[in-house]
């Protein structure tokens, strides 16, 4: 499994086949041809709307997929957005003068705060208007962000890649992901990730520190992709390190507080019982608020010795019960609508090791339970290799394990209690 002592080497790499000073000299004029049409066309008071043709100069620089880009064209990202939608996203910022100010506003605040809470109020301000401009990733106000500016801000405009990056990099994150606001999340990850690579050698533009990531042996790391060899082939898998960011955005505050006391309290209980705990990176912070681990309950890292892609899967569960160095239970807390990403881990994991022995457990709110128990017998999961997912994975409610934590002399009883708790889907 590959740590941060890889990156000072990487860097090296990169820089060798990178020429950073020529790109950042093609990526100011792209921006200076940016800021001038921002300047002149969007915020002047022309009442005439912006053409198609000088939109699409733009779109190009902005959208990847813009129209009359090639492969070999230079474009923030892949944003996403339709090009009648860009056109007519630039048009409403220089027909609504006060939108326009507003985006002008965030595009040339120096202070983080400051900018932060201007994307907020753009937010608030943007409620319900169906124009691509404040989707809950944040991807078109940080492209606009990088157009205006890539010296400073990064052109990694997807917060899952940010957190992906940032867990890769073990950096502190000064808020929670799921309670904060989508201000400052883009405003903190963005210096969170230059500042954490710069402190490991990379010193240069927010553009050069976004291709770095998105090298191919770079983020072949921190996106999840792996190699997986099977008998017949060779098979590029994909192992999912941050939350969807629809399902994350999607979720009530309560909704995601309850899941964290739940997680906490089965960390709890584990210790209780007399195992060592796992939590995911991403989800420490939180779980510390309601538990408290003694030295040496909760690992640092996981003692096993599967292959960097299974082991990658297994650190992204929500809470795994372990004695000395094998791994007794799998807890899966889920509280998204869709109750998926629990099972498409566990499912996962399973694919990876169709003999891994291992008691997986969902751990979702009652009213949730016949989804769960039905969702376990899908076909995808049902005709794994090895055994179904139905035969290893097993249903428990909050209120289940609310109940298992209220137990006389806890400390004195077997995990297999937590069988006498468990629904199964056959």
């Given amino acids: 499994m590959s740590t941060t002592q890889d990156i000072p080497g990487l860097i090296t790499q990169f820089l060798a086949t990178y020429d950073a000073k020529a790109m950042d ?85 120096k202070d983080a705060s400051r900018k932060a809470n201007l994307i907020d109020e753009l937010y608030k301000k943007n409620a319900g208007q169906k124009n691509n401009l404040t989707g809950p990733s944040g991807n078109t ?42 201000g400052t999340r883009i405003v903190t990850t963005n210096r969170i990730i230059l500042d954490g690579i710069r402190v490991q050698g990379l010193v240069g533009s927010a553009m050069t520190v976004t291709r770095f990531f998105y090298s191919a042996p770079v983020k072949a790391l ?114 998204t609508t869709s109750v998926y990403s629990g099972l498409l881990r566990m499912a996962d994991l399973v694919a990876l090791q169709p003999n891994i022995n291992i008691k997986l457990h969902i751990v979702a709110p009652v009213e949730k339970r016949d989804k769960v128990l039905q969702e376990i017998r899908r076909p995808v999961f049902s005709l794994l290799e090895g055994r179904a997912l139905s035969e290893m994975c097993t249903y428990l409610s909050y209120d289940q394990i609310k109940e298992i934590g209220e137990l006389k002399h806890l400390e004195h009883l077997s995990d297999k209690v937590i069988d006498d708790y468990e629904d199964e889907a056959e």
Avoid at 155 to 165: G, H
Avoid at 247 to 261: F, L, T, W
Wanted: with cysteine; aromatic share 8%; hydrophobic share 40%.
């Fill in 222 to 335: 921190w996106k999840g992709e792996h190699t997986v060899k099977r008998s017949d082939k060779d098979v590029s898998v994909i192992v999912p390190t941050a939350p969807d960011e629809e399902d994350e955005v999607a979720q009530d505050v309560d909704s995601v507080r309850e899941s964290m006391q739940i997680q906490g309290l089965i960390a709890k209980i584990g210790t209780i019982m007399g195992f060592r705990i796992w939590l995911p990176k991403a989800d420490r912070t939180r779980v510390l608020k309601v538990w408290d681990p003694e030295p040496g309950e909760l690992l640092d890292e996981l003692p096993l010795g599967y292959d960097s892609t299974t082991t990658k899967t297994i650190e992204q569960i929500d809470v795994l019960w372990l004695r000395k160095r094998s791994i007794v239970r799998a807890f899966e807390v889920e509280h």
């Fill in 25 to 109: 000299q093609k990526w100011e004029e792209l921006s200076r041809r940016f800021r001038k049409f921002w300047n002149e066309r969007v915020l002047s008071d022309d009442a005439n709307p912006i053409s198609d043709a000088d939109c699409d100069e733009i779109i190009k620089i902005l959208d990847r997929n813009g129209k009359g880009n090639t492969k070999d064209s230079l474009a923030i990202a892949k944003a996403m957005v339709p090009q009648g939608a860009w056109r007519r996203m630039l048009n409403e910022f220089h027909i609504n003068k006060e939108l326009g100010a507003l985006v002008n506003e965030i595009l040339v605040e």
């Fill in 141 to 182: 106000v940080s492209d606009f962000l990088a157009a205006y500016d890539p010296v400073n801000n990064l052109a990694m405009i997807s917060q899952n890649d940010r957190r992906a990056v940032i867990e890769f990099l073990g950096l502190p994150v000064p808020f929670d992901w799921e309670s904060a606001s989508i």
